[in-house]
């Protein structure tokens, strides 16, 4: 008995679904069932009286459709997958876990990207140019110019070359003497908590480090990407009524800027190490 119900069970006919009907249960419009038609990846039969329809087979593949569609894989894949073009599941898998691994490291940098404008421009509107002490950043030296263009020049050498480099910041370095400001150099900065958004070419563990030296800390909105003697000025003098004394050397970030048509605005913090504290004083040579 229970043989000849699994017997009636197999003869009994297919359910036939109408366009109508197969959008709402997969939910997708007509016109894109209509289109994956077009492609031949499913195939409409019409009844007697004139009304298409689709077979549990279709179901099936506009399953495999919708999942592989999650998972990025374009129609052409698709198509390829189920017309038995492809070379290998397994090649293919392989192949979009890569794809996908990589557009996951680019989203995050991307991510990271926003968060270091938003904390620059958060750090210069809690700070609204008062003084503290700061240490330097921990990070690496990419690279080090002596003259602000070879700077830039470095700069867009090391964004082309490995992905995540343009994260590397400029600092501007000068000296305060007798009240004037000279300018020394660039040194490009890569902070160390970046790192592990880089690609492994980045090689930075080749590259020395600044030290975390004590320093006379303040973030400035300026006309101009060098800061002006005055800014300078109240720093040292910040230092001298707390018992501090600034050494020479001002590192000046360009952490962001603001543009408008009728002026352009800079982002800078600066850092004064303490005098005996300033690191690679001795040379300005990378």
């Known amino acids: 008995m229970g043989a000849a119900s699994g017997g009636k069970l197999m003869q009994e006919e297919k359910a036939e679904y109408l366009i109508g009907d197969v959008a709402r249960m997969v939910g997708l419009s007509r016109d894109t069932l209509r289109f994956y038609e077009k ?4 195939t409409a039969k019409k009844k007697e009286n004139g009304y298409r329809y689709y077979s549990e087979n279709d179901i099936y593949r506009l399953m495999y459709i919708i999942y ?8 052409e894949e698709i198509e390829g997958l189920i017309k038995g073009r492809s070379q290998g599941i397994q090649d293919h898998l392989s192949r979009r876990i890569a794809e996908e691994e990589a ?26 140019g008062k003084c503290y ?15 602000f263009q070879k700077g830039l020049l ?11 480099l343009d994260m590397t910041y400029f600092y501007n370095v000068l000296s305060y003497e007798n009240g004037r400001l000279i300018k020394r150099g660039v040194k490009l900065l890569l902070y160390k908590d970046v790192e592990q958004e880089l690609e492994k070419d980045a090689c930075c563990e080749e590259r020395r480090e600044t030290e975390e030296t004590e320093c006379i800390y303040t973030a400035i909105k300026s006309k101009d990407i060098f800061p002006s003697e005055e800014s300078i000025r109240k720093m040292v003098e910040w230092g001298r009524m ?13 952490m962001s800027s603001l543009f408008s048509e009728e002026q352009n605005m800079y982002c800078l913090e600066l850092y004064m190490p303490l005098e005996g504290g300033e690191f690679l004083q001795s040379s300005y040579v990378y």
């Not at 470095?154 to 490995?162: D, G, K, M, N, V």
């Open 39 to 42: 492609k031949g990846i499913i």
């Open 68 to 75: 592989h569609r999650k998972m990025n894989t374009s129609l």
């Open 133 to 147: 002490l700061r240490k330097f950043p921990s990070a690496y030296i990419m690279g080090y110019c002596e003259d």
């Open 242 to 254: 707390n018992g501090l004394k600034a050494g020479k050397t001002v590192y000046a970030n360009v």
């Open 103 to 128: 557009a996951i490291r680019q989203h995050r940098r991307a991510i990271l990207r926003l968060k270091l404008v938003s904390r620059d421009i958060e750090q210069v509107e809690r700070t609204a």
């Open 154 to 164: 470095q700069w867009f050498s090391l964004a082309s070359e490995t992905e995540g």
